[in-house]
Each structure stands twice: as structure tokens, then as C-alpha cells.
């Protein structure tokens, strides 16, 4: 705990309580619809994923490349697919209803631009020990991206046999709907974090998606932060069933955003353009401006490293930082190498043994 001269017990308790997860819980409402992890079989979880299916736009032949593209490179275990074909990751979902008041995540991104030509996009993903899938996917009406998904909110356990067979890896197909951080080939980069639950801007003449289908909307729409921010600007984002998130975007130019849904309108925190970083953890920039450190220890570590290298990391410091921020439930964390196009992906605190993938090393789908 973080501890000062003044009611020290009290005022580190805060600030943890701020940071840390306190509830977990067993199921999560992804993009509006309920899913349970551990009763994938049931009649109603069958309805949900059918839903989603009837988004994916696949033949036969594709479907079959994508399932047996499927391979496990991790004990944790990570799982990696290469998505054949096209998805519908726009289609609106029903009217938006609010978040749940006390599902929490904890997570840690942040964005450094020190040096402009590497500029780098750290995650930790801090949640419960579910399976995880990097995703490899290249429509044809958008662009390519590398993507990370905790395929639990498919139905699927650690030590499923599902991921056996083609028949049990069926509910990878609508892992492009889920994305919980990715990059594109034009280095736009995206990820969340919880924060707590406020009152989300809804306006009645736009479409509704959910929380991580807009993140699929950006990485395959959006070009760079501006686009993202226009493409986000004309949807309501649905937080039903799970924690209401912020999101940290940015782009290999330097510029960054952090958008957060708070009272009636959405509010857009950009980057610092003379700090050459920006960050954010599990609580709102909006409101706490100049006083941010005292929110969160992470987002404090986060800030006294930034400022001391002027953004300025190489892959190595930004593992160091995400080691030094991890907590007992960090499940993974990824640089982003957004100018080298290169994910490094370390499961399970295992910051010395990162794996590293390009977002077209793979084969890719012909568009």
C-alpha cells in the first residue's frame, strides 16, 4: 500500500480501492448481450453467440481456414487465429442501457512518444485467469489488425477441449466482435480500462454498439486518432451487463486521446503534445486535471517514469514499467511497436519471455 504522513491507513485504502479489483465476477454482458462462461451450452448462450454469428460473412472454405489456422502458442494458455472472410462490425444493438454499478476490471495503458520513430503503446489486461486469442483479421472493406481477446465471453475455459477440434472452436469466429486491445496496419492503436459507473450520453438519433464492438469499428475504420474520434463521436456505446470503460488511442504521428462518457457528452482528453505521453488507469481524467497521481499508484508510477525519460522508452523500459504496474491479475500484457507493425505479448507476468507478431506475418485473407 501507498502510505504519507497523514491518516496513512485510511488514505492508501482509497487510493487502492481505486485501483484495484474488488468484485469479480462470473459472467459479462459483451456488447449487450449475456454470456456465461462456464454454461456455454444453454439455450439462451446459444442465442447470444447466434446473434453474433449472423454477423460473420464467411463461406464454408473460410470458416474451415480460420478454425484450423488455430493454434496454441502459450500455456496460460494464448491462442492464435487467422480470420478468413468478413464480419458485419457495425450493425447497431438495441437501445443502450447503463453499466453495472459494481463489476470492476483493473487495467494500465499508456502511450509513449519520446521518440518519434518508435513511438510504443503499453497494456496490462488485469481480470480473472480465462483463455486468451490473438487475433489476426483483414477484411476486405477495412484495414488489417492484430487484436487481443479473452475468449472466456465465448464460452470457453482453460482447459477446454473445444479448442481441440473445428467443431469445438466454432464461437472463434465472433472473436473479431471482441477485441479488448489491437493494432492496425496504419498503427492506430486502441485499448480500455474500467472506470467507475456515471451517467453515458445516449442521443436517440444514433446508433448503438457495444463497448468492445467500437473498438473493432476504429481499428478497421479509422486511419489515425482523428477518424477514430469522429467514428466513436456518432455512436452511443452500450456498457450494459459489464464495467463502463474509458479508451486510450493513438497514432504513430503522436497524437493520442483518451475518450471517456461521463454526464451528458463525451469527453475527449488529448494528449500533451510537449509531454510526449499520455496514460490512464481506472478512474477519470475528467474532473481529476493536475491531480491524477493521487488517483492511482500505477497512474502515479506511470507519470514519475514518463516524466523522467520524457516519453522516451525503448520495448524493454515499457515491459519494466508494465512489470512494475502488474498486479496479481494481469493476464497479459502487449507493446505495441506501432511503426514496426509488431505486437509483444507477455502472458502471465512473464515480462522476460514476450512473444512478438506482426500484424501481417501471418497469412493473411485475400481481399
Known amino acids: 500500500m501507498i502510505r504519507s504522513n497523514q491518516q ?133 472493406d477495412g484495414y488489417a489488425s ?85 467514428l466513436i463521436k456518432k455512436h452511443n456505446v452500450q456498457f450494459s451487463g459489464g464495467p463502463q470503460i474509458h479508451y486510450l488511442m493513438a497514432d504513430p504521428s503522436g497524437a493520442s486521446a483518451v475518450v471517456e462518457f461521463k454526464g451528458d457528452k463525451i469527453k475527449i482528453i488529448r494528449g500533451d503534445s510537449k509531454a510526449k505521453w499520455q496514460a490512464a488507469t481506472n478512474f477519470h481524467l475528467t474532473g481529476n486535471e493536475g491531480k491524477e497521481a493521487k488517483q492511482c499508484r500505477r497512474f502515479a508510477q506511470i507519470q514519475n517514469l514518463m516524466k523522467g525519460k520524457k516519453g522516451n522508452l525503448s520495448i524493454k523500459d515499457t515491459f519494466n514499467l508494465l512489470r512494475n504496474v502488474s498486479q496479481r491479475t494481469t493476464r497479459w500484457s502487449v507493446v505495441y511497436d506501432m511503426k514496426g507493425q509488431t505486437a509483444h505479448v507477455a502472458m502471465s507476468r512473464k515480462f522476460n519471455k514476450p512473444l512478438e507478431y506482426k500484424i501481417k506475418q501471418i497469412e493473411q485473407p485475400k481481399k
Open 8 to 140: 496513512p491507513i485510511f488514505r492508501s485504502f482509497n487510493v487502492a480501492r481505486r485501483c484495484f479489483v474488488f468484485v469479480l465476477f462470473a459472467s459479462i454482458a459483451v456488447q449487450g448481450l449475456v454470456i456465461h462462461a462456464q454454461k456455454s451450452d444453454s439455450s439462451d448462450d446459444s442465442q447470444g453467440l447466434s446473434s453474433y454469428a449472423s454477423r460473420l460473412k464467411q463461406t464454408e472454405k473460410q470458416k474451415t481456414k480460420s478454425l484450423e489456422s488455430v493454434k496454441k502458442i502459450h500455456n496460460h494458455p494464448l491462442y492464435m487465429m487467422t480470420y478468413h472472410g468478413d464480419y458485419d462490425c457495425q450493425r447497431p444493438l438495441a437501445e443502450p442501457t447503463g453499466a453495472d454499478q459494481d463489476q470492476q476490471w483493473a487495467c494500465s495503458i499508456f502511450f509513449a512518444f519520446g521518440n518519434k520513430d518508435k513511438p510504443l503503446y503499453g497494456r496490462n489486461f488485469d481480470w480473472q485467469n480465462n483463455p486468451a486469442l490473438l487475433l489476426f483479421t483483414d477484411p476486405s
Open 146 to 230: 492484430i487484436s487481443m481477446v479473452d475468449v472466456s465471453y465465448l464460452g470457453y475455459s482453460r482447459k477446454d477441449k473445444k479448442f481441440d477440434t473445428n467443431e469445438g472452436r466454432t464461437n472463434l469466429l465472433i472473436a473479431p466482435m471482441l477485441p479488448f486491445d489491437g493494432m492496425n496496419e496504419h498503427g492506430l492503436t486502441i485499448g480500455m480500462a474500467a472506470v467507475p459507473t456515471v451517467k453515458n450520453p445516449t442521443e436517440k438519433e444514433k446508433p448503438t454498439v457495444g463497448s468492445l464492438q467500437i473498438i473493432r469499428i476504429m481499428l478497421d475504420k479509422a486511419k489515425n486518432v482523428d477518424e477514430a474520434l469522429e
